[in-house]
């Protein structure tokens, strides 16, 4: 079992950064293909990023890509979410996911879950 806990969402303006948290029970955390998915409001929850459990290869969605950057520290048992350049259309609720293998970018596929955090960018 992996239990995830976000944090680091808020209300930023469009242009701004911000870096979410991902932290994450269990010891086989390393283990673990660790990913950010987002839903916004009257939309269905989409792929955001996956990586890997050897931290080297990653997946981006195309419309994050070059502005969104995820990092884990398996010492900390914590993934992170680096998000910079935030346009509006970033506006959602960002969840947290894990799973064994390789990654997906379909919702179904994953495993273990976080209760999301909210961040709202402004025009």
């Known amino acids: 079992q992996v239990q995830l806990v976000e944090s680091g969402g808020g209300l930023v303006q469009a242009g701004d950064s911000l870096r979410l948290s991902c932290a994450a029970s269990?010891?086989?955390?390393?283990?673990?293909?660790m990913g950010w998915f987002r839903q916004a409001p009257g939309k269905e929850r989409e792929f955001v990023v996956a990586?890997?459990?050897?931290?080297?290869?990653?997946r981006y969605a195309d419309s994050v890509k070059g502005r969104f950057t995820i990092s884990r520290d398996n010492a900390k048992n914590t993934m992170y979410l680096q998000m910079n350049s935030l346009k509006p259309e970033d506006t959602a609720v960002y969840y947290c996911?894990?799973?064994?293998?390789?990654?997906?970018?379909?919702?179904?596929?994953?495993?273990?879950w976080g209760q999301g955090t909210q961040v709202t960018v402004s025009s």
């Open positions: 996911t894990a799973k064994r293998g390789y990654y997906s970018d379909q919702v179904g596929s994953w495993n273990y």
């Open positions: 269990g010891r086989t955390f390393s283990s673990y293909t």
């Open positions: 990586q890997y459990w050897d931290g080297e290869s990653t």
